[in-house]
């Protein structure tokens, strides 16, 4: 690598929009690659490391994990496209789960705070009581709401 073009970890980090213990971060989960050290020790990346920062920062932006950017990053590099669209259904599939889940827990958590009249003592209140339920019973409840909200959703996109 050229020194002249390099630049140490302070200027990588501002040209890509991280922080400095962000970019250390990547360097040891592997995303980005071992720079060479100066004489001093000092880091020294390569321009090109920038776009490696703004990818990685882009796909974390769309909620892949560490591994599948790291698959990403890969199959950039010389992969199928096939590869890369069954990496992000899957991702899709995972981000569809969890909405349905925020979506049951959100219509739990409604049916609560319109059952609870907000007045009086704790003794009684709807909330605490769910709270203190046994988790099996919770989870019956949490179960009958997602299969709700999944049946509202399909009905609204048919």
Sequence with gaps: MNTSTS?????????AGVGIDTVRFYERSGLLRKPLRSLSGYRLYAPSEIDRLRFIRRAKALGFTLEQIAELLSLSHGGDRADVKAL??????????????????????????KD????????????????LEPAASCA?????????ATGKRQRTQS
Excluded: F, W, Y
């Design 7 to 15: 630049m140490t970890i302070g200027k990588l980090a501002q040209a």
């Design 88 to 113: 992000a259904s899957g991702r899709l599939a995972e981000i569809d789960l969890r909405i349905a889940d925020l979506i049951a827990m959100r219509d739990s958590l409604a049916t609560l705070v």
């Design 116 to 131: 609870c009249d907000g007045h009086g003592s704790v003794a009684g209140c709807p909330i605490i009581e769910s709270v």
């Design 140 to 148: 019956a409840k949490r179960s009958t709401a997602a299969s709700g």
